[in-house]
């Protein structure tokens, strides 16, 4: 029922960008409350630190801390992967709380409301890696002492970790963001 009440306020809200169509049929798609979308200071600085954030929990997962338990190793995945996608919807006006209502811990869902507002990032094993880890709570070592672990779609460390450098090296060329202080990218893009 709410999402035959929401759609048309949906297109209505999002129709002041160019991505109204699209926004409104994944507000349909998802049966989501429709978002607000207004660029602010705040939701640019909360981008930022999402994205220094999504760029620091990569650390772990570059340096193979996760390499002996897949399940952590998707789990770590899971929150690079909602951090840097936030970043991007922060970035251009998704209000922080409507994130939280709306696509929790979905990294598919965030990755769709993304692509369909420009971030442009349309690698097809990101979309599935995307959909293996979410809702990405299940790859957390406490969910999985009671229950089985799940489908991790035959996915490596090896395949993870450059499809999550990908997915960062494009949010921080959408958002411009500066990388983090320290970071092996910022040292090799400053040498070049």
């Known amino acids: 029922m709410r999402g035959l009440i929401v759609s048309p306020v949906a297109v209505a809200a999002a129709a002041n960008t160019c991505w109204g ?20 200071g705040e939701g640019q600085r909360l981008s930022r630190f999402r994205y220094h954030n999504a760029e620091s929990f990569c650390l772990g997962i570059d340096h193979g801390l996760f390499a002996k338990d897949a399940g952590e ?4 995945a899971g929150i690079v992967g909602q951090l840097a996608i936030s970043s991007h919807l922060l970035d251009i006006g998704f209000a922080d709380e409507w994130n939280a209502r ?7 869902k965030a990755l769709a409301y993304a692509n369909a507002t420009g971030l442009g990032h349309h ?7 995307a959909a293996i880890l979410s809702p990405y709570w299940k790859w957390g070592r406490a969910h999985r002492l009671d229950n089985r672990q799940p489908d991790s779609g035959g996915f490596t460390a ?12 494009r949010v ?5 963001h500066p990388r983090p202080v320290g970071s092996r990218r910022e040292e090799q893009e400053a040498q070049a």
């Open 102 to 108: 709306n696509i929790r811990l979905d990294v598919g």
């Open 158 to 169: 090896t395949q993870v970790r450059p499809l999550l450098r990908d997915l960062l090296d």
């Open 172 to 176: 921080q060329d959408v958002t411009g």
């Open 73 to 76: 190793m998707l789990y770590q």
């Open 21 to 40: 169509e699209a926004v409104a049929a994944l507000h349909h798609r998802y049966d989501d409350w429709p978002a607000e979308i207004v660029r602010s």
């Open 123 to 129: 690698c097809p094993d990101m979309a599935r890696l």
